[in-house]
Structure formats: structure tokens, C-alpha cells
């Protein structure tokens, strides 16, 4: 997740502006919308930290913690019990928390100013997602899968057996399916770079991605969900061209670059912003409980990481963390100790996503799970738990060379 640690970022402090006046592209009068938003590039450079996005990575760390902690279990329990709507309640709120990790990566990967070659791109960071990704489906699917045997699964140890692991080894599994996908991405970014280098382009391939990736699809659901009007052959028209599995979730990826490294310069364009993700993150719990209730079962509707609602509580927390967030950190980071702490969570944060299950595994076979009790105020300390339990194990496997190489 975001498994990009530099000893030193590009500064993108988010109440610099431009002494150039620049804008987001060459020509401010071609585009209405750029030119009342006006976004401006920040040319003052320096080297130094962006702590921020330090915070926001530690954030979306346990986000995904959180996350699998209360959505596990959401599909094995009876649909409109008490123990259901509070793991399906507190779940409704984790969902931007891929995205921002996706948001991050774009911030630094599609900054024209960093230099990234092709080379660098294969012999850095897809090669150290090969390695973990070797690593770490071997141990879920060997050592997890039948040493832990969370699940109780009585096995006898045979060709089908070792087929079956060979597969999976080679397909991933669980939560790792990010790592299949970071794979793709990263390879990918030398093109999205290009695109990145005009900013007009930029925003019209995120457009697209929201509004084909996002918005058609969500709004296809909300009419069939609430309405009972199937209009799926929109999406479906959609899907035939291909464009969304082009776009995907790369959307997020342009729009980390383009509201991470470009600043809105009016206070009510980032209030609106601010709005746009609180309508987000209050409007995902309604739509799930709403679609739940009417299909009277669990589904997945609107809790999607491209569902359009998702992608508002995603901007929305984003911006937060920029423009609201990153002043009063910067006054933090003069006190070494909290300092610290931040840089060390921010480092471990890959290393405790990719541990963070086996942890939650070690719990379950031993009969410590979600609703063990109250979940209403025991799932934040099962998961408080479970991320501090994965912290530990990362700092003492990253003091071996072997396991600093895959955490």
C-alpha cells in the first residue's frame, strides 16, 4: 500500500501560491471550469517532507485495518441482526481507504518535476512488489492457510492439495489482490506520466474515469436499487467499449497528481470540497442500509472503491488532510519526538497491511473475532489491537535484511 519512502519530498505546501500565477493549463480561456477554479502550480520548490501525506498514509494504514475487521465477518452474519448493522455500519465508513493509498502513489508518480525513468520504475518499485508479492503469497497460502488454519479446514497434504496452493500462490489472495494491482499500475506509469505533462489532458482522463468508472456506474445501481428500473445495458454499453478497464481505478491515480501537487486558491473551492466529501461520507452508510433493507440481504452496492459516493468521501478526505491538516502538522514536526512517531508509522504502513490478516487470522483460531463482544465499542479496540500487533512484527522483521525486503 503506497510502498513509496523517500528520504526527501518535493514540498507541496498547500498555501504556497505560484509567483508566476500560472495556471493549470496554457491557456486559461479555453476551459470555463479551470479557469473559475483556478488551480495553480506552485513553483516555489524545495526540498522537504510533505508531512501530510505522512498523516494521511498512517490514516488510511489503519483505515484498511479497520476495514477488514468489520467487513470479514459482514457476510456470514444473519442480515438484520444488531451485531450485522454495527459491522455493516462502521464498514460503510473505511471504503475511501484503497483509494487514498492509490491517491498518494499519484501524487509522487505522476509529478513531472520527479525524475522516474523506465529503468527505475522495473528495478526499484515492481521489482519490490514481485518480491513481496513472492513472499508473502507463499506464507498466506502455506503457513497461514495450514499452520494457522484459522478456519478450522481439515486437509490431508497431496497433489490436489499442493495444486491448489501452487494456484493460489500465483493468483494471490485476500487483501493482496493490491499488490496484482499496484503491479499493473506501476507499469503503466510511464504513459500516465505523459499524460500528466499536459494538465488539460489530466483532468479530462480523470474526468472520464469519474464519470464512466464512477458516476454512470453508481448511478445505474441508485435507479435499479431504489427505484426498481433496470437500466444496467447503460453500463453495459460502457463496459463493451472498454474504457472502464482502462480507466479503473486509475482515475484515482490522476486525481492524487492533480489535487496533491495544484492548489485551489480560494477558501470556498476547498469548502466545497470539504462539503462534496462530508455528502460522501454521511451518504455511503444511507445507501448501503438502503439498498440492504430493500434487497433484504448484504450486497455490496455503493461500498464499491468506484462507487461515485466513495470517490466523493475519498476527495473530500484528501483535500481535508492537505489543506486543513498539513499547516498544523508542519507546527507538530518541530517537536522530535511526534516527529518520530509519524515517520515510523508512515514507513511501517506497507509492511503492516501486508501483515495485518495473519494477525486477524491468529485472533480467529483462537476465537477472538469481531463481535467477541460488544462490537459497538469493542471493533475500534480489535482493531486499535490488531494494527499495534502488526506494528510490533514489522519493527522486529525490518531489523532482519531478508524481511526489510518485503515489508
Given at each position: ?72 465477518d ?8 444488531y ?54 503469497t ?85 435507479i435499479?436499487?431504489?427505484?426498481d ?35 485551489l ?8 470540497v ?6 460522501g461520507?454521511?451518504?455511503?452508510p ?8 430493500i ?20 476527495v473530500?478526505?484528501?483535500?481535508f488532510?492537505?489543506?486543513?491538516i ?7 514536526m ?17 509492511g ?11 485472533f480467529l ?22 494494527y ?20
Amino acid at each position: 500500500m503506497s510502498e513509496i519512502y523517500e528520504e526527501e519530498y518535493i514540498s507541496l505546501n498547500a498555501f504556497e501560491r505560484s509567483s508566476t500565477n500560472q495556471t493549470l493549463i496554457n491557456n486559461e480561456n479555453d476551459d470555463i471550469f479551470l479557469e473559475r477554479i483556478e488551480i495553480q502550480t506552485i513553483s516555489k520548490r524545495k526540498k522537504e517532507r510533505i508531512y501530510w501525506i505522512d498523516c494521511l498514509r498512517v490514516f488510511s494504514s489503519m483505515l484498511v485495518v479497520f476495514h477488514n475487521v468489520t467487513f470479514t465477518d459482514v457476510p456470514h452474519l444473519e442480515f438484520d441482526s444488531y451485531n450485522w448493522k454495527i459491522l455493516y455500519f462502521y464498514n460503510s465508513f473505511t471504503r475511501p481507504c484503497v483509494p487514498l493509498f492509490i491517491m498518494i502513489s499519484g501524487v509522487f508518480f505522476l509529478n513531472p518535476e520527479r525524475k522516474i525513468t523506465l529503468e527505475s520504475i522495473y528495478k526499484k518499485y515492481l521489482f519490490r512488489i514481485f518480491k513481496c508479492y513472492v513472499f508473502w503469497t507463499i506464507y498466506y497460502n502455506v503457513f497461514d492457510y495450514l499452520i494457522i488454519n484459522y478456519i478450522h479446514f481439515p486437509f490431508k497434504f497431496d497433489g490436489d492439495l499442493a495444486l491448489e496452493i501452487l494456484k493460489y500462490c500465483i493468483l494471490g489472495l485476500g487483501h493482496l489482490w493490491y499488490l496484482n494491482f499496484a503491479f499493473g499500475l506501476y507499469a503503466l506509469t510511464p504513459i500516465f506520466r505523459e499524460v500528466a505533462r499536459n494538465k488539460k489532458m489530466a483532468i479530462y482522463t480523470a474526468g472520464c474515469g469519474i464519470l464512466v468508472a464512477q458516476f454512470i456506474p453508481s448511478f445505474c445501481d441508485f435507479i435499479r436499487v431504489f427505484l426498481d428500473f433496470d437500466i444496467s445495458i447503460l453500463k453495459t454499453f460502457f463496459d463493451s467499449t472498454l474504457t472502464y478497464g482502462i480507466l479503473g481505478y486509475t482515475n484515482y491515480f490522476m486525481l492524487g497528481y492533480l489535487l496533491g501537487c495544484f492548489n485551489l486558491n480560494r477558501k470556498v473551492y476547498i469548502y466545497i470540497v470539504y462539503v462534496i466529501g462530508i455528502i460522501g461520507i454521511a451518504g455511503t452508510p444511507i445507501l448501503k442500509f438502503g439498498s440492504a433493507y430493500i434487497l433484504k440481504q448484504h450486497n455490496n452496492y455503493f461500498g464499491r472503491y468506484n462507487s461515485f459516493n466513495v470517490s466523493m468521501s475519498t476527495v473530500g478526505i484528501f483535500c481535508f488532510f492537505k489543506y486543513y491538516i498539513g499547516p498544523k502538522m508542519n507546527k507538530l514536526m518541530n517537536y522530535n519526538i511526534f516527529r518520530s512517531i509519524l515517520l515510523t508509522l508512515s514507513e511501517y504502513s506497507f509492511g503492516i497491511y501486508l501483515i495485518h490478516m495473519t494477525v486477524y487470522h491468529i485472533f480467529l483460531r483462537f476465537g477472538i473475532n469481531s463481535f467477541s463482544l460488544n462490537p459497538l465499542y469493542w471493533l475500534p479496540v480489535y482493531a486499535i489491537m490488531i494494527y499495534l500487533i502488526s506494528f510490533i512484527l514489522i519493527h522486529y522483521m525490518r531489523k532482519v535484511f531478508i524481511f526489510r525486503e518485503v515489508t
